[in-house]
Every structure is written in C-alpha cells, then in structure tokens.
C-alpha cells in the first residue's frame, strides 16, 4: 500500500539554524499538507500546497517557514531560523482531493538547542 | 479562527466497557473526519462523515454525524488494550475556500486490563 514518507526521523539542530524537513507524498497525490505536533498537545495545521502554490497557511507559518516543490516527488518543509518553540513533531500529508482522507507519513521529530 | 471542540480530554476506561468522545463546532460542517494517532505515531484516517445524520459503524466504533451537521461522536464499545490512542476529530469548515482540516485537542484514551 503507498505510504508517505518523511526524512530525517530526528534532526537536532541549533537554534538560529536553517533546517529542510523532507516528505515524499503518495505518487497521485495532488494536495499537500504540513502540520506539527508540539508533544502532547493537537495536530496543528501549517500550510496546504496545491498546483504549486501554497493555497492555505496558518498564522504560525510566518516568514520564516517557506514550502517548496522542486520536483515530481518530494514536498519540503524549511525553516530558516528555528527557534526553540519550533520544536516538535512535524507531519507532512497528502490526499488526491481536498476533503478526502488525508494520509499522514510518519513524522519528523524536531529539537531545537 | 474555525474551532472544533472536543471532549473528553482524556478518557480512562476499563477493558470491555463503552465509551464515547465527542466533537462539536460552533459552525456548520461539511465534512468531518475522525483519525487516530497511536502513542509515538502519526494520525491514520479511520472515517468520514458527509451527510446529516449519517451513522457508520467498522466494527465495534460507531461514528455519528448530528442533524445539524454541527457535531459528530464517536462510540467503542467493549473497549480493547487496542483502542489505546488519541482520537481526532478533523473538520473542513462549510463557506470556506480552506484545503486544511481543523483539528480537535483529541481524546486520549487509556485502557485497564
């Protein structure tokens, strides 16, 4: 069965780094999604990317977050300066129309120092 | 922004008996989706609901969507060690052009042997 997948599963970095969370959605996919996951807490919606271009983002999507396609298959996640609240869980998804199921890859699990 | 509330927050149950969490918003929906993320995992599509009204039932979960279409449930009954998780309701808000769910806070549930 097609799954999402997400790449790395940890990363560590230093606040005020830059950092690419990786995704390689379902292959007839058509939207794209990130959320994140502060640990113990809701799924939180960050941006929905459709016909590349982001077609919905969430006030904690600020300057510093940006989305990118730039090929057929991965959906990437960067963050130009994290910061010590970025931290947390972050879960890309895909879905083949908007409204149906989404289908969620397993995680990147970010920690800021 | 569009909220949907959730409750419980936590929902401890003995094996083998029922329980139900439910969801509620202050608007109408035109979807809503319940998902379940496991303990360490990622959120997995377990169903959606479209019409007023509608009841659908896998196995022993029994998911419900209100006449108003402004509220859902979901019902487990005998409760298995299985069902341990956190339940999401996840709703696509009706007039908005949002390709984004909403997430619920979420019932975790924990399970007595």
């Known amino acids: 069965e097609p799954e999402v997948t997400q790449t790395p599963s940890h990363q560590v970095t230093q606040m005020g780094q830059e950092v690419i969370l990786r995704c390689v959605p379902i292959s007839n996919h058509l939207y794209f999604y990130w959320y994140r996951q502060i640990l113990g807490q809701k799924v939180e919606f960050l941006v929905s990317?459709?016909?590349?271009?982001?077609?919905?983002k969430s006030e904690i999507f600020d300057d510093q977050f940006s989305v990118e396609r730039p090929d057929g298959s991965n959906f990437t996640l960067k963050i130009r300066s994290t910061k010590l609240e970025d931290s947390a869980m972050y879960f890309c998804?895909?879905?083949?129309?908007?409204?149906?199921?989404?289908?969620f890859g397993p995680g990147t699990r970010l920690t800021v120092t | 922004g569009q909220q949907v509330m959730q409750i419980p927050q936590y929902q401890h149950v003995q094996e083998g008996e029922d329980f139900t969490t439910y969801c509620n918003s202050s608007?109408?929906?035109?979807?809503i989706q319940w998902y379940k993320q496991r303990p360490g995992g990622h959120p997995v599509f377990l169903i959606q609901l479209v019409k007023s009204g509608e009841v659908k039932k896998q196995k022993r979960l029994t998911f419900q969507f209100g006449e108003a279409k402004k509220n859902s449930s979901l019902h487990i009954t005998a409760t298995q060690t299985t069902d341990v998780g956190t339940y999401f309701c996840a709703a696509k808000i009706l007039r908005s052009n949002d390709y984004k769910l909403s997430f619920g806070a979420g019932t975790t549930v924990t399970v007595r042997a």
């Open positions: 998804a895909s879905t083949r129309a908007a409204a149906y199921e989404q289908y």
């Open positions: 990317f459709y016909n590349n271009e982001i077609s919905e």
């Open positions: 608007t109408t929906l035109s979807n």
